[in-house]
């Protein structure tokens, strides 16, 4: 279920032993974002820890989707073979009041999707997504939402995904 075959990279779901590679992976989201609230001066890396904790408690959770693909050489060229993983992306979905614009109030998240720079341009992050709107689908959310940066744009645009009518404020306490 949600597992891609045929064209494009082999997607899976990510287990306990990706861990290190899912944070890895997470911390690079944010420093390709950049700015200040994505990466604030005051932040230190104390959060790296907090994200694994949640990680570990998530990757068996109903209402969360963690899929990755595997690298398929030695990531940082130092000859020992590690293959890493090339990406994740991360999913959620939310039970809501159910109204006129959503049937069953189950709305979905796509959390984050990041491939790693060395293996860019292969179709990771297409797959991964695809993989993701398949979950969804299944599980008959009523609406996905996501933050696009630039650069995802365009492949979440050829995947359906459009201008969302709400404007989107936040508040931080």
């Given at each position: ?98 109204g006129p614009h ?72």
């Amino acid at each position: 279920m949600g597992q891609r075959k045929g064209n494009g990279p082999a997607v899976r779901q990510a287990v306990e032993y990706d861990l290190v590679e899912l944070v890895r992976l997470r911390a690079l989201l944010f420093e390709n974002l950049g700015g200040h609230f994505f990466s604030p001066a005051s932040a230190d890396d104390d959060w790296l820890d907090a994200l694994a904790v949640v990680l570990k408690e998530q990757l068996t959770a109903d209402a969360v989707r963690i899929l990755v693909v595997d690298g398929d050489g030695d990531r940082d060229g130092d000859g020992d073979g590690d293959r890493g993983l090339a990406a994740c992306g991360i999913a959620t979905i939310e039970q809501r009041l159910p109204g006129p614009h959503l049937r069953n109030g189950r709305i979905g998240h796509v959390i984050g999707v990041v491939t790693d720079p060395s293996y860019r341009r292969r179709g990771h992050s297409r797959s991964i997504m695809r993989s993701l709107l398949d979950w969804f689908e299944e599980r008959e959310v009523a609406r996905v939402d996501l933050y696009a940066s630039a650069e995802g744009e365009p492949l979440y645009r050829e995947l359906g995904f459009t201008d969302h009518p709400d404007p989107a404020l936040y508040w931080r306490p």
